[in-house]
């Protein structure tokens, strides 16, 4: 029943980031790819799924970006980025060979040791299932640790679905449930049209309520209403857990950018779950 | 399913599962058991809208047809769904296409009957009409969150 911990990033100085050279890049949409970055000195910053990195593009800027890859592989990282600001653009931009600055890894990840033993509900939408990428690749590596697992993906449109072969291949798994839904599409697209909290209902007789663990990571509004299918069944409010997205700057919790209510998101989460959000969740502006 | 009666999968089914088994043989007596292709329609915007489909099994599109680009999907509807409450509106024509995006068993019900029905026995029009009502008030929560475009790019900050 372990829970990852939002211990301080190993370093002398944690504001001091450490080059990576860009070994990788894959495109996933229109505006977002996932690069890979390696260590030149083969060193770590081992993360934990669902813990997020400070990427910093050389003179323009920092911005926090989950980690989605496998964990636990020394000295390489994936980030799977979204060109919607100056920094992420210039980041999406970034070639084979390029050098990014990485701080971290900061926050508590996903609970994936307590869930062990649990039925797993992961549930996504958007770049929400970035982070939730790296979880699934963990449970899947040790597979026989966890009850049933489901994964439900939303995006905005066929050309927006992340992943591509990933998901492929784990539309062919057996011992996992994958469904995957879009919000608009046209005819040539031949799976689901609708959102992703929508899917709860179809794959109710995957999970046991009481003994599952959710995961749920993507747009508010759609965290929201995901959270309150998962209570009409029954799924405890500290079994529910979510990843928020704040405005994270020191990734320290010093500077308070990211504070919700008591907490800081870059320290105390990103990675938190409902029982303890609840009190602020309706809480509007927060 | 196929070699299933519309009264024994009305027992299994979400949408009537829960009903007594004296409502459900009801019901079964207005039912017939169809499948449907990949794109054979059930049902097309501006016919008489005669029948309400309880989904079984497979995926259907409702959508509608926009002249000079083709059908438009909105939403897809599982087994274990329903598709169609015109039969119940006046003046009982479909608004909407629906078509199988997969081989689709549906358990058919006529709408003429089950009106009928509901006027001879209105605590069981009720109850249908309760869980329909459910399974609308879900179709335009997701509608309306649809129109939300939620994973719209962020503004970074």
Redesign the interface.
């Known amino acids: 029943m372990r829970e990852p911990t939002g211990a301080p990033p190993p370093g002398a100085n944690p504001y001091i980031p450490v080059p990576f050279r860009v070994s990788g890049r894959r495109r996933e949409t229109a505006?977002t790819v996932t690069l890979r970055l390696r260590s030149p000195s083969g060193d770590g910053l081992p993360f934990e799924p669902g813990q997020f990195m400070m990427l910093y593009v050389f003179g323009v800027g920092e911005?926090p970006v989950s980690a989605s890859g496998a964990p636990r592989r020394a000295g390489i990282l994936e980030h799977t980025v979204?060109?919607?600001?100056?920094?992420?653009r210039r980041l999406v931009a970034l070639r084979r060979g390029d050098w990014v600055g990485v701080r971290g890894p900061f926050g508590r990840g996903w609970p994936l040791a307590l869930a062990e033993g649990f039925d797993v509900l992961i549930v996504a939408?958007?770049?929400g299932l970035a982070p939730l990428r790296s979880a699934l690749l963990q449970i899947l590596a040790q597979r026989d640790r966890y009850r049933q697992v489901t994964v439900l993906y939303?995006?905005?449109s066929p050309a927006?679905l992340l992943y591509r072969l990933d998901l492929s291949r784990w539309q062919q798994r057996p011992d996992l449930e994958l469904r995957v839904?879009v919000?608009?599409?046209?005819?040539r697209?031949?799976?689901?049209?609708?959102?992703v909290?929508?899917l709860i209902?179809?794959v109710e007789r995957h999970f046991e309520p009481a003994r599952t663990v959710a995961l749920v990571c993507?747009?508010e509004?759609?965290m929201r209403?995901t959270v309150r299918e998962l209570q009409k069944r029954g799924v405890p409010d500290d079994l529910i857990y979510l990843s928020l997205?704040r405005?994270m700057k020191c990734a320290l919790g010093l500077c308070g950018h990211c504070q919700f209510g008591p907490a800081f998101i870059c320290k105390d989460g990103p990675v938190m779950p409902f029982s303890r959000l609840a009190p602020f969740s309706e809480i509007r502006e927060l | 399913m196929s070699g299933h009666t519309p009264a024994e999968i009305l027992a299994s089914h979400p949408f009537t599962a829960d009903l007594s088994e004296e409502d459900r043989a009801q019901l079964a007596r207005l039912a017939r058991l169809a499948v449907y292709d990949p794109d054979d329609y059930l049902l097309r915007e501006g016919q008489p809208a005669t029948a309400f489909y309880l989904i079984v099994e497979g995926?259907v599109?409702i959508?509608l047809f926009i002249p000079g680009h083709?059908?438009?999907?909105?939403?897809?509807v599982?087994g274990?769904s329903a598709v169609g409450w015109s039969w119940m509106l006046a003046p009982s024509r479909w608004e909407f296409d629906a078509r199988a995006?997969?081989r689709t068993t549906a358990v058919v019900l006529d709408g003429e009957r089950l009106r009928d029905l509901f006027i001879e026995d209105c605590c069981l029009g009720l109850r249908v009409v309760h869980r329909l009502l459910f399974v609308v008030a879900?179709r335009l929560?997701?509608a309306r969150?649809?129109l939300?475009?939620?994973?719209?790019?962020?503004?970074?900050?």
Do not use: C, H
């Not at chain 2, 939300?148 to 900050?157: A, F, H, S, T, V």
């Open positions: 505006d911005v979204r060109a919607v600001g100056p920094v992420t939408g958007g770049l939303g995006a905005r927006d839904t919000d608009r599409a046209d005819e697209w031949r799976g689901q049209i609708g959102v909290p929508a209902a179809q993507g747009p509004v759609m209403f997205e405005n | 995926l599109s959508e083709g059908p438009r999907p909105l939403q897809t599982e274990g995006l997969e879900e929560k997701a969150l649809q939300l475009d939620l994973y719209g790019p962020p503004r970074e900050l």
